[in-house]
């Protein structure tokens, strides 16, 4: 399977602790997109890399979100002291220049439910 | 601010129907617009896209839609609903990147 690919791809964790989530683009898309989506609603842009450089960073990304795509390939989504307003999908998205960046391919997602 | 609006939340249609879900944005400057769609249990998946030239778009397994520029609107269309097109249908908008999408609209499609 060559698509984007996330990992875990549910998470259960208690108020207040740490999670991570890892993303793996396809390979040799040099963007990189963390979205989230809540029930009822599409997904909601939170940041996006071009290779190791994030570009953009969303109001919604709050200090206790961080993200890094440390040698441009894969990438992390760190959440600090989750809070329960913090359960949701996260989506990883990528694309390359060669295939017009604006076409982005969709990874399945991790489902965090805080408790 | 940039925006999508999709007007309904949910279709409900019968095999065979006609479908059209409204998509209306805001958004100044060049834009490229999509439809996404996510079928149950299965991550979103590219419907069709426009970036320019002719304003009729198609897509896959039937689908097509109208960029109408005078109305900032990108309606999607399919002449003949099949229940396998039961989903959620996602309206989104990009200029720099990031997309921008609506609410959704669930389709459900009796056989």
């Known amino acids: 399977d060559t698509g984007v690919s996330q990992d875990p791809r549910h998470k259960i964790t208690k108020r207040g602790q740490n999670v991570t989530f890892r993303c793996d683009p396809i390979?040799?898309?040099?963007?990189l997109y963390w979205y989230r989506q809540t029930l009822g609603q599409g997904p909601e842009f939170l940041t996006y890399f071009q290779n190791e450089a994030q570009l953009e960073k969303s109001r919604l990304l709050s200090d206790r979100f961080s993200a890094e795509r440390p040698k441009g390939s894969f990438s992390t989504l760190e959440i600090q002291r989750t809070e329960q307003g913090d359960s949701a999908m996260y989506l990883c998205?990528?694309?390359?220049?060669?295939?017009?960046?604006?076409?982005?391919?969709f990874g399945p997602g991790t489902r965090l439910t805080v408790l | 601010a940039q925006s999508v609006s999709q007007h309904n939340h949910h279709v409900i249609l019968s095999e065979a129907a006609s479908l059209e879900l409204g998509c209306n944005y805001s958004?100044?400057?060049?834009?490229?617009l999509f439809w996404y769609v996510q079928y149950p249990g299965q991550h979103l998946q590219l419907l069709l896209k426009y970036f320019s030239g002719d304003p009729l778009v198609k897509g896959i397994k039937g689908f097509e839609a109208e960029f109408i520029k005078s109305k900032f609107s990108f309606n999607l269309r399919k002449p003949s609903v099949q229940w396998s097109d039961t989903a959620e249908y996602f309206c989104a908008v990009t200029g720099t990147g990031k997309l921008i999408f609506g609410q959704g609209t669930e389709l459900s499609v009796k056989p």
């Open positions: 958004y100044g400057g060049t834009v490229n």
């Open positions: 390979s040799e898309h040099n963007r």
């Open positions: 998205a990528s694309s390359s220049m060669g295939g017009n960046y604006n076409e982005q391919f």
